[in-house]
């Protein structure tokens, strides 16, 4: 079945650093990709997101290109700051006739520190 | 801005006890979610309505487990008898519907069976 796998965390950085998080995913089909965010105690908020192949989503510095030939929509930031601290989650919905149910990944905490 | 209303935000009951948490979608959203987290993990469909109706329950225990959206807005996820494996976080969320996925959470009810 249709499936998303990140990178386990914690990921812990330094203020300024560069981020990838990775995700990789199974699916049959074209699914849309997302990328949500968790503050603490929070629900989740969509970070960004790419609905087909080559799409780059982009939002608040943050970017993920959606690679078809490598099943990845890996997130990356040129710089962090110390209120980047959140779990992110790798997201996929299979759409069309695999049906509209998001899967969501484990989640990748990150620390930033000053 | 809108956005998902979710009471209580957390609620602290006994084994065997029943509980029920309940969600107000953002204004014309016509599908709505409920997801259970486990801490460290990410969220699992447990329902989707769309208005009024269930189009995935597949991962509700149906033998404790209920939910209502009985006008097709606001909605009710009830637990009974509660059992100390349902100690979670359950967040609600709402999207336009169709082929719009991008979801809308709110800040979740964190649940301690004790």
């Known amino acids: 079945g249709d499936s998303v796998t990140q990178m386990e965390g914690p990921v812990t950085l330094s203020e300024e650093a560069f981020l990838t998080i990775n995700c990789t995913y199974t699916a049959t089909g074209y699914p849309s990709l997302f990328w949500y965010v968790q503050y603490p105690g929070e629900g989740l908020q969509l970070l960004l997101k790419?609905?087909?192949?080559?799409d780059k989503g982009s939002n608040k510095g943050f970017e993920a290109t959606y690679r078809k030939e490598t099943t990845s929509f890996h997130l990356e930031k040129g710089s962090v700051q110390v209120s980047d601290s959140a779990v992110y989650f790798c997201a996929l919905n299979p759409g069309g006739t695999g049906g509209f149910k998001t899967i969501f990944g484990a989640g990748t905490r990150l620390f930033v520190k000053a | 801005e809108a956005e998902v209303a979710q009471s209580p935000r957390y609620k602290i009951t006994e084994k065997s006890q029943a509980v029920a948490f309940w969600c107000d979608p953002i204004s014309g959203h016509a599908t709505l979610y409920w997801y259970r987290q486990i801490l460290g993990q990410g969220p699992e469909l447990l329902v989707q309505f769309q208005d009024e109706s269930v189009v995935d329950d597949s991962q509700l225990p149906k033998d404790r487990f209920s939910a209502e959206r009985l006008k097709g807005v606001d909605s009710t996820l009830k637990i009974q008898p509660a059992e100390l494996g349902d100690s979670a976080m359950y967040l609600c969320?709402?999207?336009?519907?169709?082929?719009?996925?991008?979801?809308?959470f709110g800040p979740g009810t964190r649940l301690t069976v004790t």
């Open positions: 969320a709402s999207s336009l519907g169709g082929r719009v996925h991008e979801q809308y």
């Open positions: 790419a609905t087909k192949a080559d």
